[in-house]
Each structure stands twice: as structure tokens, then as C-alpha cells.
């Protein structure tokens, strides 16, 4: 699976929308833009994923850029229950390849 | 439940020893996999099942390692003649489909295996 590259951490007041970057320049044609997050002492949770168009859930939303090079996360309005590390995955066959991802720190 | 069942959620054992992690995954779910995360570090990709296809093993460490998928449903992870850098958290995951790039995978809580 092609790498991507997150910030290790990024920081936000509560109430505040979230803007969390991925780059993976390296991405084919079959690989679908994963997103994870990992909250304190618990498994990861499935956030979003897309292929080439913007997506739309309950949890975030995500932009995929036009080259798909790139995608964000964002997250409308961040609470402290949002605090986590967010993975940004490429998968093109099933199992994930976890990088380090971003840990988000929600300010109240 | 629903969710994903991994038991036993601690297992602490001495060097040398076998052990055995089992995973109940999601009724209907055909595709299984199991990670591992050590101690500040990302998961990495262990082995992965997808319904009666042979089991894709690239990411076991060592032949220590083996898993076994019986009727299609629960999982064991057996770790023999374990070792000190084998502590970790086991996590396993179930998807409702394997094969592509596209699948959901739901994570258990874990197993944190402790080897002294």
C-alpha cells in the first residue's frame, strides 16, 4: 500500500471546525483514502473513507483533492470527545497499513 | 453484542510460554484480520482472512505466529514460546467484505498480552 504523510499533532478549541491533511502523492487508481481514529486505551474506529469524490457522514466529512494526492478530514465542530490519534490510509486490498497519524488535542 | 469480541482482555505469561487470543467477530462478517500495537507504536497488519480463500500470513513476525479461522466465524491467535518484544495489544477486526480497498473494518477492544 502507498504511504501517506500526517502533521504528529495538531491542536483545536472545542466548538471549532477541524481541518486534518493528508498527503499521499504516491496513490494508485484502486486505493480507497481510509480514515481511522484512536481514542485513549481503546481499538480504532472507522471515521470515513473515499475513492475520488468528496464524502459525507454523521462523523466528519472528507475532502478529496482533484489529483487525489492529497485529502483532509474535517471535522465540523470539534468536542473534547473527539481528541484522538486520526489515521489516514490507503487500501487497495483489505488489511490497513497503520502510519503514525495525528493526535488531536481538543481545547475546551 | 454486536460488536466484536476479544477475550481474554489481559493475559500476563512468562517467557517461553504459548498462548491463545481469541476473536468473535461480527455475525456475517467475512473477512477477519488481526494487528498488533506495541507500546507507543502504530498497529501493524498481522494475518487476514477472507471467507474459505487461503489466509493472506505476510504480516506475522515470525513462525511463532499462526491463526486459525474455524467455520468461518471465531479466530485464534497463537503466539508460541513467547518473547518479551511479543508484549503488546492484539487487536482483532471484522469486515463484511475482504477483498478491495473499500471495506469498513470494526475493531475489538483487545487483548494486552504481557510476557515477562
Known amino acids: 500500500d502507498a504511504k501517506t504523510t500526517q502533521p504528529n499533532s495538531m491542536e483545536s478549541n472545542e466548538e471549532e471546525p477541524v481541518h486534518l491533511p493528508c498527503n499521499h502523492s504516491t496513490i494508485s487508481g484502486t486505493d480507497y483514502i481510509h480514515w481511522y481514529r484512536q481514542l485513549p486505551s481503546q481499538g480504532p474506529e472507522y471515521v470515513i473513507h473515499g475513492l475520488t469524490s468528496n464524502v459525507n457522514n454523521r462523523m466528519a466529512s472528507l475532502a478529496i483533492a482533484e489529483d487525489r494526492k492529497s485529502s483532509t478530514l474535517i471535522l465540523h465542530r470539534a468536542t473534547l470527545r473527539d481528541a484522538a490519534v486520526y489515521y489516514c490510509i490507503l487500501s487497495s486490498r483489505g488489511a490497513l497499513t497503520f502510519g503514525k497519524g495525528t493526535m488531536l488535542l481538543v481545547s475546551p | 453484542g454486536a460488536g466484536v469480541s476479544q477475550s481474554p482482555s489481559n493475559k500476563v505469561t512468562e517467557k517461553g510460554k504459548d498462548v491463545e487470543l481469541r476473536c468473535d467477530p461480527i455475525s456475517g462478517h467475512t473477512a477477519l484480520y488481526w494487528y498488533r500495537q506495541s507500546l507507543g507504536q502504530g498497529l501493524e497488519f498481522l494475518i487476514y482472512f477472507q471467507g474459505n480463500s487461503a489466509p493472506d500470513k505476510s504480516g506475522l513476525p515470525s513462525d511463532r505466529f499462526s491463526a486459525e479461522r474455524t467455520g468461518g466465524s471465531v479466530s485464534t491467535l497463537t503466539i508460541q514460546r513467547t518473547q518479551q518484544e511479543d508484549s503488546a495489544v492484539y487487536l482483532c477486526?471484522?469486515?463484511?467484505?475482504?477483498?478491495?480497498?473499500?471495506?469498513?473494518?470494526?475493531f475489538g477492544p483487545g487483548t494486552r498480552l504481557t510476557v515477562l
Open positions: 477486526a471484522s469486515s463484511s467484505r475482504g477483498r478491495g480497498g473499500s471495506n469498513e473494518q470494526f
